[in-house]
């Protein structure tokens, strides 16, 4: 179950990935290298979960995110099994977790510091995040990209897919998540399509890092999933990256 803490509702996606796996149900690939902000995080060779590149030398992703200390940051890639010569892969040199972030589903966010600042060009930029916090209204059209499962696949997708998604109100969400949803949460969105990725593009801009979805509601088109408001940690972001 999740609590409303630190999440955007959304029905579809984030998940930039459910439970601790990175995964996108449904959707379509992505025309390769169009989203050149999108990052794969890799552990062992593996990517476990996706994040966004917000500066030369931080990536935005979720707290659940973190594994070990030897983490990778993979830029400018399409398909995440090839070596493509395009592809920057820099290692982690610090990872600041949200400090109210206790191991739940509340203040999942993220900043990985990397270890040597990217290059930018075609396939690698940053992406802009919102100028300020503010009330995000019902049926707004954004986009959800990221690598892993589809559907009830077992297996990652090796190449970037993406969907659009329309946010939703206060009310359709309190109805279907009840308790676990409050009106007065300022650091969630909500969504409402039929898929899991990872971060939440909304007017070019990335409004909502994805979440944990209910388990087994992953593919649910009819169950919000939840994304962090990016909005809500702006201050934070700030004076973070200016470590």
């Known amino acids: ?21 990175s ?15 999108m990052a794969s995080l890799h552990y062992q060779g593996q990517h476990p979960c996706g994040g966004i590149l917000i500066r030369k030398d931080f990536v935005l992703t979720a707290a659940h995110c973190k594994y070990q ?3 990778v940051v993979v830029l400018g ?9 395009m592809q920057q892969r820099i290692e982690v040199a610090k990872y600041y977790k949200y400090p109210d972030y206790t191991g739940g589903f509340d203040y999942d966010i993220m900043l990985l510091k990397l270890k040597t600042k ?10 802009d995040l919102p100028k300020k916090d503010r009330s995000f209204p019902a049926n707004v059209k ?4 990221g690598w892993g499962k589809t559907g009830s696949t077992v297996t990652n997708s090796k190449v970037l897919r993406e969907t659009t998604e329309k946010t939703q109100s206060s009310p359709e969400c309190k109805k279907v ?37 209910a388990e087994d509601e992953c593919d649910n088109p ?15 972001i700030k004076t973070t990256s200016e470590k």
């Open 1 to 21: 179950m999740i609590h409303p803490g630190s999440i955007v509702y959304a029905l579809v996606l984030v998940t930039v990935t459910g439970a601790t796996e």
């Open 23 to 37: 995964g996108i149900v449904g959707g379509r690939v992505a025309m390769p290298h169009s989203r050149p902000y």
């Open 69 to 71: 200390d030897n983490m």
């Open 77 to 85: 890639a399409h398909n995440i099994s090839d070596k493509e010569k």
């Open 118 to 127: 990217a290059t930018l060009n075609k396939y690698v930029k940053t992406i």
């Open 142 to 145: 954004c986009a959800v990209a």
């Open 177 to 213: 998540r009840g308790e676990y949803f409050s009106e007065d949460d300022l650091h969630q969105l909500q969504t409402n399509l039929p898929i899991a990725g990872g971060p939440l593009i909304c007017n070019s801009k990335v409004e909502g890092i994805t979440d944990f979805p």
């Open 222 to 236: 009819d169950y919000p999933h939840g994304f962090v408001k990016v909005g809500f940690y702006l201050p934070w």
